[in-house]
């Protein structure tokens, strides 16, 4: 089943922060990146747009293993998508920060990528977690903590988008990549 996009397209960015990871033996560390990508129609339809900020920390032999990773050229749960991209419109450095107050996050990469999301707590009294999708599929992670988009911006390798009407949806996730 094909589900239009509401706005005709979809602009998507997702922030990866490796706290602990290797690359065969390239240290992966504190290091972070953000896949962005522009959907032309439905997702599932591919031809999608996506380029990669890595963290401007990253050697050439990190950059070199972050673009591996996250194209899926090098195997691994993101090679599900690499059939999907139709124009790969390649990497920018830019400084990475990722901040996680409670439910409350919010991943900056210099001037080309903002997003801050609020994790969806259900109206029981007693509930203290995120709502969570569970068994998604995705590549990122097979369960996720829905969230409220507040605020997104994206002006990196030609895609451009500006959000701040808070009607979008975010998702958030620790992830393990093992064999990537």
């Known amino acids: 089943m094909t589900i239009t996009p509401t706005k005709g397209t979809c602009t998507v960015a997702m922030a990866f922060q490796v706290e602990k990871g290797t690359f065969g033996r390239v240290p992966l560390d504190n290091l972070g990146f953000i896949v962005v990508a522009r959907t032309p129609e439905a ?7 996506v380029g990669i900020v890595v963290d401007e920390r990253a050697n050439t032999e ?3 293993a972050i673009r591996a990773i996250a194209s899926g050229a090098a195997g691994g749960p993101m090679a599900a998508l690499s059939g999907l991209v139709g124009h790969f419109l390649g990497m920018q450095p830019a400084s990475i920060h990722f901040d996680r107050q409670g439910h409350k996050w919010s991943v900056r990469a210099a001037d080309v990528v903002e997003m801050k999301g609020t994790g969806l707590v259900g109206i ?28 997104s911006h994206i002006h990196a ?24």
């Open 62 to 64: 990190q950059s070199d």
């Open 157 to 180: 390798l030609g895609i451009s988008w500006d959000d701040v009407s808070g009607k979008n949806n975010a998702q958030y996730a620790p992830f393990s990549w093992q064999s990537a």
């Open 124 to 151: 029981s009294p007693h509930a203290t977690e995120p709502v969570h999708f569970d068994y998604t599929g995705h590549p990122a992670a097979d369960r996720f903590a829905i969230a409220h988009a507040c605020e």
């Open 43 to 49: 997702m599932a339809k591919g031809n999608w747009q």
